[in-house]
C-alpha cells in the first residue's frame, strides 16, 4: 500500500510537472488564436454608471474617420476557409512561436480588473487585445518565407492613430517602408463595418480574417 501511495504521489507530481510546463511553453498559431480570446477578450469589463450621463470632455472629432456604412459580410466563413488553407499550408501548423498560456492569462486578469470607464481605458485595451498581438503574429507569420510571399506581408503591420499619420502627407516612403491607411472589415459574420489603419505591404482580406478569426467561438 505504501509503495502504492508513493506510486500515485509521483505520478501527481509528474503531471503537475507536466502542466507546468505546458502552461508556460509557446504556442501554436491556433492555440495563440484561441488564447486571446479565452484569457483577453473575455476579460474585457466596461464600468457603468447608470446614474451619470456622458458630460466629460470629448476628443475633437474633426477630420476623424467614421464607419458610414454596414452590411453582411456574406462569404466570410468561405474566405476564412480558403485562407486558412493557404496558411497552413506555408506556415508549419506546430510551430511554437506565440506568446505562453501563462503570459496571456496574466495579461487578461489585469484587463479583468482594469474596467473601461472611458476613452483612455478603451484605447489601452485595444491597444493590448488587438494591435499587439496582431501585429506579433504578423512579425512571426513574415518570418516564414512561404507565408509572406503568399500573403504579401511585406515589413508588416503598423497600427497608426496619430491623426497625421493618416493624412495624405504620410503617405511617403520613409526608409523604404510604405504605408498606406486603408479601409478594412473587422465584423465576421453580422455586420461588417469600416476602418482605417496603416497597413504594410499585406491585403485587405488577410488582416480582415486574422482580426475577424478571433472573434468566431
Not at 94 to 107: I, P
Not at 141 to 165: E, M
Not at 171 to 182: A, C, F, G, M
Request: hydrophobic letters at 30%; one cysteine or more; proline letters at 4%.
Amino acid at each position: 500500500r505504501r509503495a502504492d501511495n508513493e506510486r500515485r504521489r509521483a505520478d501527481s507530481e509528474g503531471q503537475r510537472a507536466e502542466d507546468v510546463t505546458a502552461q508556460c511553453r509557446q504556442t501554436t498559431l491556433a492555440e495563440h488564436i484561441t488564447n486571446c480570446h479565452d484569457y483577453l477578450d473575455l476579460n474585457i469589463t466596461v464600468k457603468p454608471n447608470n446614474s451619470l450621463p456622458s458630460k466629460g470632455t470629448i476628443t475633437n472629432p474633426q477630420d476623424k474617420l467614421v464607419s458610414s456604412t454596414l452590411k453582411p459580410w456574406t462569404d466570410f466563413l468561405e474566405q476564412q476557409k480558403s485562407i486558412h488553407g493557404r496558411l497552413y499550408s506555408t506556415f508549419p501548423a506546430d510551430k511554437q512561436a506565440f506568446e505562453s498560456v501563462t503570459f496571456l492569462e496574466e495579461l487578461g486578469e489585469r484587463l479583468r480588473r482594469k474596467k473601461i470607464a472611458n476613452e483612455r481605458d478603451l484605447e489601452s485595451v485595444q491597444h493590448n487585445i488587438l494591435q499587439t498581438p496582431v501585429t506579433n503574429i504578423v512579425e512571426i507569420l513574415k518570418d516564414q518565407d512561404a507565408t509572406k510571399r503568399t500573403f504579401a506581408l511585406g515589413r508588416g503591420l503598423t497600427f497608426d492613430n496619430h491623426p497625421n499619420a493618416l493624412s495624405e502627407m504620410a503617405l511617403t516612403n520613409q526608409h523604404n517602408d510604405v504605408r498606406y491607411p486603408i479601409r478594412t472589415s473587422f465584423a465576421p459574420t453580422g455586420c461588417a463595418s469600416t476602418g482605417t489603419m496603416a497597413w504594410t505591404g499585406a491585403g485587405e482580406t488577410w488582416l480582415s480574417w486574422l482580426i475577424a478569426s478571433r472573434r468566431i467561438s
